[in-house]
């Protein structure tokens, strides 16, 4: 991998985290969501740097993403424990995850709201959840 394509892969997963920080920790990345786990949902959906950096930027709109986005994001959920294959959020682990902390209290609130969204499938689901957890910071 020469230093341009380090920088890119480097990029791509630096909006991805910063994108999916906000799905369950509104403070930190949540530590089921490691490095490796994001790069090999992105890798086994093959999003690009630029798919991340267009959605980032507004190029494209969220409404707009690519399924193969939206699946990344249903595939961190569900590695991570967070979801199940059918695109249910899986709120007691969730809860569970942060009964001990000070986010404990926001992430109940925005569980109760987001965890009723639901999508055209399980990776449309996924990636509207992100966004109610988005939206609700």
């Given at each position: 991998?020469n230093?341009?394509?380090?920088?890119?892969?480097?990029?791509?997963?630096?909006?991805?985290?910063?994108?999916?920080?906000?799905?369950?920790?509104?403070?930190?990345?949540?530590?089921?969501?490691?490095?490796?786990?994001?790069?090999g949902?992105?890798?086994?959906n093959?999003?690009?740097?630029?798919?991340?950096?267009?959605?980032?930027?507004?190029?494209?709109?969220?409404?707009?993403?690519?399924?193969?986005?939206?699946?990344?994001?249903?595939?961190?959920?569900?590695?991570?424990?967070?979801?199940?294959?059918?695109?249910?959020?899986?709120?007691?682990?969730?809860?569970?995850?942060?009964?001990?902390?000070?986010?404990?209290?926001?992430?109940?609130?925005?569980?109760?709201?987001?965890?009723?969204?639901?999508?055209?499938?399980?990776?449309?689901?996924?990636?509207?959840?992100?966004?109610?957890?988005?939206?609700?910071?």
């Amino acid at each position: 991998m020469n230093k341009r394509s380090k920088m890119r892969a480097t990029l791509a997963l630096t909006l991805l985290l910063s994108c999916l920080t906000g799905i369950l920790s509104q403070h930190q990345l949540d530590t089921a969501v490691s490095k490796e786990l994001v790069e090999g949902c992105m890798k086994e959906n093959g999003v690009t740097a630029q798919d991340l950096a267009d959605l980032h930027s507004g190029k494209v709109k969220a409404e707009d993403a690519k399924d193969n986005v939206k699946c990344s994001t249903q595939c961190i959920l569900v590695k991570s424990g967070y979801m199940d294959s059918t695109g249910k959020l899986l709120t007691d682990k969730v809860k569970a995850h942060y009964a001990n902390t000070s986010l404990k209290d926001a992430i109940e609130k925005d569980l109760d709201r987001c965890s009723k969204v639901k999508g055209a499938n399980a990776c449309d689901t996924a990636f509207q959840i992100l966004g109610c957890f988005q939206g609700a910071n």
